[in-house]
Structure formats: C-alpha cells, structure tokens
C-alpha cells in the first residue's frame, strides 16, 4: 500500500468519524470518538484484563453520571441523586486502585479531545493540510499517558496561576 493509498484510507476514515460524531441520539459523540481513538491508536500502551477493562468502563461512566448530575441549581431530589452517584464513584475508585482510576481519569479526557478534534475537522475544509493536522493530533493524543497529561495540566494552572 503506497503513501497515497494510507492518506486516502486517513481520510475515509476522518470523514467517516465526523459523520458519526454529528449522529442523533444519546452518547453519539463519546461513540464517535472510541472508535476513532480505537480506529488510530490500536489501543493504550498497557494490556489490561477483562475484568480491569471492566472497572475502567465502569469508572468512566460513573464519573460521566458525576459530572452530568453536578449542577448547581439543582432541587434537593437532583442533589439527592447526585450524592449518591458519588458515593458509587468513591466505591468504584476504592475497589479499582490509583491505576485503574487514572486510566479510566485518561481515556475521559482523551475521548473529550478527540471530539474536540473532530469538530475542528469537520469545521474545516477538509484539505490534505487539514487532515495531516487532524491525524497529527490524533497521534498525540494516542500517545499521551497520565503522567504526561497531569505535568502539562500542572504547567497550564501554573501559567495562569502567575498571569492572573
């Protein structure tokens, strides 16, 4: 397969990201960017089993019930709610360990930034520049891993802590 054939099958597959990341129904756009982190990355960097892979799904989803029922003008019955999903967010976190929580905290935030990637695409020309910038991000992304993510998240409040 030449160079050409892989930048067209790259764009295909972009495209076909973006379609589904303007799809209807619920969670369209966290199913949008799975498949295209599994799509580019072929997986994180360490094997997990079944029953982590598990835990880590579980996590992720509890902290996106958490921070869906976070809200601050919420009646006693939403808070009521809300307090309970994080005292099942602190069981699943007990349960799973510092490592499994940082994976799950990781995969969070790399499903978020490549939706962010994607609507930047599809808000774009979708020009060979356009998609060689999208898929070199898509690569950092996929590389990425906690530590990294946590230093560059220290050094952002850092900068802003010193400016504002």
């Not at 960097?45 to 509890?62: D, F, K, M, S, Y």
């Amino acid at each position: 397969m030449s160079e050409h054939d892989d930048a067209q099958a790259a764009a295909a597959a972009l495209r076909k990201a973006v379609e589904e990341l303007g799809g209807d129904g619920a969670g369209a756009d966290g199913q949008a960017a799975q498949e295209a982190v599994r799509a580019f990355s072929g997986g994180s960097g360490q094997e997990w089993t079944p029953e982590q892979e598990g835990q880590i799904r579980a996590l992720v989803e509890q902290i996106r019930r958490v921070r869906k029922l976070n809200r601050p003008d919420a009646g006693w019955w939403h808070r009521k709610r809300e307090w309970r999903a994080r005292e099942h967010l602190v069981e699943l976190m007990m349960a799973g360990g510092p490592e499994l929580v940082s994976e799950a905290e990781l995969r969070l935030w790399k499903n978020h930034a490549m939706v962010e990637v994607l609507l930047e695409f599809a808000g774009s020309a979708m020009k060979q520049d356009d998609i060689a910038k999208t898929l070199a991000r898509m690569e950092t992304l996929h590389t990425a891993t906690y530590e990294g993510w946590q230093q560059a998240r220290k050094a952002l409040a850092d900068e802003q802590a010193a400016t504002g």
